[in-house]
């Protein structure tokens, strides 16, 4: 079992930047993908970005690519969202999630552990 804790979040006004961290339980947490995901109120959840398991592959949607940067630190079992030029727009609920499997994925059907996640508000 896999257990994800989100922190970092808060308020922010546009064009600031946060850092998100999804601290992981589990030694095995170094052979797992693992990925960035947001909500806002009245949205389905969608993909923001994900990293392989050695942490060489990376992936973003294309409304972050540019502003967000996605790593992790096998030794701390931690995952950072790196999140600069915030825009209105990026405010919502931000969840990590882990897969049993080292490769990528940006479908959140695909991930198989989630956080309770971290709210982001940017305001304008």
């Known amino acids: 079992q896999v257990q994800l804790a989100e922190s970092g979040g808060g308020l922010v006004q546009a064009g600031g930047s946060l850092r998100l961290s999804c601290a992981a339980s589990?030694?095995?947490?170094?052979?797992?993908?693992m990925g960035w995901f947001r909500q806002a109120p009245g949205k389905e959840r969608e993909f923001v970005a994900t990293?392989?398991?050695?942490?060489?592959?990376?992936n973003y949607a294309d409304s972050v690519k540019g502003r967000f940067t996605i790593s992790r630190d096998g030794p701390k079992n931690t995952v950072y969202l790196q999140m600069n030029s915030l825009k209105p727009e990026d405010t919502a609920v931000y969840s990590c999630?882990?897969?049993?499997?080292?490769?990528?994925?940006?479908?959140?059907?695909?991930?198989?552990?989630w956080g309770q996640g971290t709210q982001v508000t940017v305001s304008s």
């Open positions: 999630a882990a897969r049993r499997h080292s490769a990528t994925n940006v479908s959140p059907s695909g991930y198989d552990y």
């Open positions: 990293i392989s398991g050695s942490g060489g592959t990376t």
């Open positions: 589990g030694r095995i947490f170094g052979s797992y993908a």
